[in-house]
């Protein structure tokens, strides 16, 4: 349902465009990986993966959960909260590759924050948390990298330009692109593989950007 809700909001909100290096879509039992750069860019991943028939599980900030509306739709979704410094932070992990055994796709964002900076503009994904290796690595499972590009012209900077941004979104209609890599096989050394998968998403994310920049 929330990938749904995704692909009708999103339109409202900014051209969005995809493409991808391979014309299939991910392959039941994938992790996909996005890089985190606005409030709104789960929603658009989640738009353009349903445009290749995918709802994945959405591994997220356990906060979430405690959002009025939105909470209750994760629940209802079967999405992962990440209590992350807690003792119960292997719980979601071991959801998730139980998730990706049963064939289901999980998308999960590795940096695990927002970048800190105000600004709008495009800027390489952060430094990786070992998450990823670990779910790669515990469910046998593939990764395609997706890089997303544009959600920070929607939102981004403090609460009220974040609030304003949103609001002038429709009459804007800022150009939002998102690019699916190729799948990749991660090693099964944890750091080899974050590095592994931080390449490959940075990578992604440029094709991302460069698009954007080629049609603006």
């Not at 465009?17 to 991943?45: C, F, K, M, Q, R």
């Not at 349903?50 to 994760?74: D, N, S």
């Not at 990749?184 to 998968?197: E, H, Q």
Request: no cysteine.
């Amino acid at each position: 349902m929330l990938s749904r809700i995704a692909a009708a909001v999103v339109p409202s909100l900014g051209q969005l465009t995809t493409t991808s290096d391979e014309e299939a879509a991910p392959a039941p039992g994938t992790i996909v990986v996005a890089n985190h750069t606005s409030l709104v860019d789960p929603g658009i991943v989640l738009a353009a993966l349903l445009r290749h028939g995918v709802e994945p599980v959405v591994l997220a900030t356990a906060g979430l959960w405690r959002i009025p509306v939105l909470g209750p739709l994760l629940v209802r979704g079967g999405h992962g909260p990440v209590h992350r410094g807690s003792v119960r932070a292997a719980e979601s992990l071991d959801e998730a590759a139980a998730a990706l055994r049963a064939g289901r796709h999980v998308l999960i964002y590795a940096e695990g924050r927002l970048p800190l900076r105000k600004d709008s503009a495009e800027a390489a994904p952060e430094r990786f948390r070992s998450g990823l290796a670990r779910l790669a690595l515990a469910a046998d499972a593939p990764v395609v990298p997706i890089g997303q590009a544009g959600a920070r012209r929607v939102v981004s900077g403090g609460a009220v330009k974040q609030i304003a941004g949103l609001l002038t979104a429709p009459a804007r209609r800022p150009r939002l692109h998102v690019h699916f890599g190729s799948t990749v096989r991660l090693p099964d050394d944890i750091p080899a593989a974050t590095a592994t998968a931080h390449r490959a998403v940075t990578a992604a994310w440029r094709t991302a950007t460069e698009h954007l920049v080629a049609v603006s």
